[in-house]
């Protein structure tokens, strides 16, 4: 039997409840001339629903974002054949020191609890990490492949 396509409207308390989870993205940011960039991330939800990705300064991704701060992320499941749903939104970037406690939220929003917090500072202060945190503005619904309802049926 063929898969049917979905696509699911969902409001905001939803669709923060799909993208906890879900921690693969694809980043789109625009480069100096407007042509889409494209960066895969892991990402997490910060407690304000703002999703999160850490990063360094230098990247073409923070790097476009301070320049132009609309962003869009498709948040993939682990399943690449899983429901994804794409979001779009206004893009910050963060620098130590204003980052590390944002990065502690970040690790922890993916990952959970570290054994030494102390130690996991110290390394996003050696490494110079960035965060980069999108306010979510709009959302499509959450989706899957398949076949259209009406092949899929026949």
């Known amino acids: 039997m063929p898969k049917t396509a979905t696509a699911d409207r969902v409001d905001r308390d939803e ?3 799909f993208l906890r989870p879900r ?4 980043l789109l940011t625009r480069r100096s001339e407007g ?13 304000q629903g703002r999703v999160v990705v850490s ?12 320049r132009d701060p609309r962003v869009s992320l498709c948040v993939l499941s682990d399943d690449f054949d899983g429901p994804w749903v794409q979001v779009d939104g206004q893009a910050e970037v963060l620098d130590l020191p ?6 502690v939220d970040y690790f922890r929003s993916i990952s959970g609890e570290h054994p030494d917090w102390d130690e996991y500072r110290a390394a ?7 965060l980069l945190r999108v306010t979510i503005e709009r959302w499509g619904p959450v989706a899957t492949g398949g076949f259209p309802p009406a092949p899929a049926d026949s």
Do not use: F, I, W
């Open 35 to 47: 042509s889409p960039q494209l960066s895969p991330v892991t990402c997490g939800v910060d407690d």
């Open 23 to 26: 921690h693969k993205a694809l």
């Open 15 to 17: 669709l923060l409840a």
């Open 98 to 103: 204003e980052a590390l406690d944002p990065l």
């Open 55 to 66: 990063t360094y300064p230098q990247r073409a991704k923070a790097v476009n974002a301070r």
């Open 124 to 130: 996003m202060q050696r490494q110079g990490k960035a």
